[in-house]
Nanobody, 126 residues
């Protein structure tokens, strides 16, 4: 079992920045990829970004490239999502997730991820 706890969501004006953090506990030695997904009201959960823990390889969805950065933090199995130039369309609940299976590059597929956090709300006002 892996337990994930997200933090750092909130309300921000368009053009602003937020930093989300996700800390994993439990069977962390099995984690190969840590990533972020988001779900806006009435929409399906979508991939945002992910990092392969061993290699540091990253993957981003096109809509956040150049604005969001995912990084491994100094603490064991903690990952941050640095979000800049936020837009109203970034408003969603953001979920942290982990993939326990090796992949050369992090997957963008929701069903590749084995454990999920409870989510943290990000609201961007126009």
């Amino acid at each position: 079992q892996v337990h994930l706890v997200e933090s750092g969501g909130g309300l921000v004006q368009a053009g602003g920045s937020l930093r989300l953090s996700c800390a994993a506990s439990g069977r962390t030695v099995s984690i190969d990829v840590m990533g972020w997904f988001r779900q806006a009201p009435g929409k399906e959960r979508e991939f945002v970004a992910a990092v392969a823990w061993g290699s540091g390889s990253t993957t981003y969805t096109d809509s956040v490239k150049g604005r969001f950065t995912i990084s491994r933090e100094n603490a064991d199995y903690t990952v941050a999502l640095h979000m800049n130039d936020l837009k109203p369309e970034d408003t969603a609940v953001y979920y942290c997730a982990v993939d326990l299976h090796y992949k050369r590059l992090p997957s963008m597929e929701r069903n590749a991820y084995n454990y999920w956090g409870q989510g943290t709300q990000v609201t961007v006002s126009s």
